[in-house]
C-alpha cells in the first residue's frame, strides 16, 4: 500500500524516532508499505517518520541511481553509526522536501551497526552515494532535516520555498500528509 510521505512542517518529522525492539507481522507490513511508497515516489531512501511513524527504521534502494542499477534494497533497523572518514559536499533533496535541493557536507564513508530486515544485527562499511543516503535517512530518524545541515547563507536562499511548502504549496507526482495544525503562520 503506498502511504502518503509527510512534509516539511510536520512535527513527526522533528521527533526523534523509537527503537524497535523486535520483528514481526506488522514491521514488515510497514517495510512492504515503505519501499513501496519510496519507489512510487521515484526515491532512493525512506524513513519511517516520514511516512507518520516514529520508528527506527528505514529503506533505501539506489537502483534508481546512476551507477547503482544492481543495488538491492536495503532494510536499516535502529542504526548507530560507528565511526567516520573524510568528509564532501554534495546536493540533497527529500521526499518530505519537494523541489528544494541544497549542498550538505557529510561524512563521506561510515561504518554503521544495523539491524536487518530479519532482525540480525550487522555491522557494514558504506561510502560514496551509499553512505550519504544512509546518513541523510538516519538524521530523519533524530528529527533532523538536510536543509538543517545546510550553511546559513544556502538556506536563506531556500527560504521562500520552506515558508511555501509550510503553507501547504506542495505539487508533487506522489501523495503527501499535510497537517494544518503543523502550519507556520
Known amino acids: 500500500m503506498i502511504l502518503p510521505i509527510n512534509t516539511y512542517s510536520d512535527e513527526v518529522l522533528r521527533r526523534k524516532a523509537k527503537p524497535l525492539k523486535e520483528s514481526d ?15 512510487n515516489a521515484e526515491g ?6 516520514q511516512v507518520g511513524v516514529s520508528l527506527r527504521l528505514i ?19 535502529n542504526p548507530h553509526i560507528l565511526s567516520v572518514k573524510s568528509f564532501n559536499s554534495m546536493e540533497e533533496g527529500c521526499l518530505s522536501i519537494p523541489d528544494v535541493r541544497g549542498d550538505v557536507v557529510r561524512p563521506s564513508a561510515i561504518q ?6 530479519n532482525f540480525e544485527e550487522c555491522i557494514g562499511e ?5 553512505a550519504r543516503v ?12 538536510f536543509v538543517d545541515r545546510m550553511q546559513r547563507r544556502d538556506r536563506r536562499k531556500i527560504q521562500k520555498e520552506l515558508e511555501a511548502l509550510s503553507r501547504g504549496e506542495i505539487n508533487t507526482n506522489y501523495p503527501v500528509a499535510f497537517h494544518e495544525d503543523s502550519v507556520v503562520k
Open 126 to 130: 558504506f561510502d560514496r552515494l551509499t
Open 134 to 145: 544512509l546518513q541523510h535517512e538516519i538524521d530523519h530518524l533524530d528529527g533532523t532535516l
Open 44 to 49: 532512493i531512501g525512506l524513513a519511517a517518520p
Open 25 to 39: 507481522a506488522q514491521l514488515e507490513e510497514l517495510i512492504g508499505n515503505m519501499l513501496e511508497s519510496m519507489r
Open 59 to 77: 529503506v533505501v534502494d539506489l537502483s534508481l541511481a546512476e551507477g547503482y542499477e544492481a543495488a538491492s534494497p536495503m532494510v536499516v533497523i
Open 112 to 117: 554503521l551497526k544495523y539491524r536487518d530486515r
